[in-house]
């Protein structure tokens, strides 16, 4: 059986493979960020490393439904302190 999520804003359906890749990837990073932070490695690089990865997933396995409410959220706060 195939789960699919319907992003509510446009319609759209969003596969729940997509977001099972997404998980595992976060889960990826955050071990991989424990183990160089067990290894010695400073905070900076262990953050710049989450950091790093979190932006190249985002390119990879983008989640537009977090993009939209991003961006209305964005919209409201602008126009509520012009």
Do not use: Q
Not at 74 to 82: D, L, P, S, T
Request: charged share 40%.
């Amino acid at each position: 059986m195939r789960l699919l999520l319907v992003d509510k804003t446009n319609h759209r359906f969003m596969d729940a493979n997509t977001r099972m890749k997404r998980v595992e990837a976060m889960e990826a990073i955050k071990d991989k960020a424990l183990d160089m932070s067990v290894g010695g490695e400073d905070d900076l690089s262990v953050k710049d490393f989450i950091n790093s990865a979190k932006r190249e997933l985002a390119f990879e396995l983008p989640d537009e439904e977090s993009f939209r409410k991003a961006v209305k959220a964005a919209g409201k706060y602008k126009n509520v302190h012009v």
